[in-house]
């Protein structure tokens, strides 16, 4: 899925149709931020704000994406700075007027983020999300990545990265993750037996 979509995305970029190419950023990606996003901040309003920064972001990046890293890595890039500006942001107690004037925003993050809703109020999801909420934000955030997105860790280790690392750093950064990911599914596992859901 990844290279067909940053093959379908560079084509759209090359011919400067961005609505097109962000429209399919949203259809095949949303989803996927809009969970990441949620792990990040757990807080719908914050969550909407977010995702919203997020599409028009997405869609004003679309011009300088340079293909360096595959798409999806890049759009999980620009979710996290968009979860960190909303959280900035809320914590200056601003709201920020969406500008976003392209045609196709508004109407499909609306649709994104009530069917991504919908999934995520399922009985088995509402049990794990309780006892992923204790987590801190950074490791809910590895989770999402790692189980809902199911992405390589060194692409996890860019995502999670706060400046550009180097390949050494890169792979030490994703073995580090990868040993915290364990640490934290065996942590989760000892809160679920002991809460009697195993």
């Known amino acids: 899925m990844t290279e067909a979509l940053d093959d379908r995305v560079r084509r759209h970029c090359a011919a400067s149709e961005y609505d097109q190419a962000t429209t399919l950023a949203l259809k095949e990606l949303g989803p996927s931020v809009l969970r990441y996003i949620d792990a990040r901040l757990r807080d719908d ?3 909407a704000e977010a995702f919203a920064r997020f599409a028009e972001d997405l869609w004003r990046g679309l011009p300088n994406f340079g293909g360096r890293a595959p798409f999806r890595v890049w759009a999980f890039v620009i979710a996290r700075n968009a979860a960190g500006q909303a959280l900035r942001q809320r914590n200056r107690e601003r709201k920020r ?36 909420e204790e987590l801190p934000s950074d490791e809910r955030t590895l989770l999402v990545l790692r189980i809902n997105e ?34 934290i599914r065996d942590r989760l596992k000892r809160m679920a037996t002991d809460r009697g859901l195993l």
């Open 150 to 183: 199911r992405l390589p860790w060194e692409d996890i280790a860019v995502i999670q990265a706060e400046s550009e690392i180097s390949p050494a750093e890169l792979k030490r950064e994703a073995a580090r993750l990868r040993k915290r990911f364990q640490l």
């Open 45 to 47: 309003d914050l969550t």
């Open 97 to 132: 007027a969406r500008a976003f004037t392209s045609t196709i925003d508004a109407e499909l993050s609306a649709q994104v983020r009530t069917t991504t809703r919908n999934y995520l109020k399922t009985d088995v999801k509402r049990r794990f999300m309780e006892l992923r």
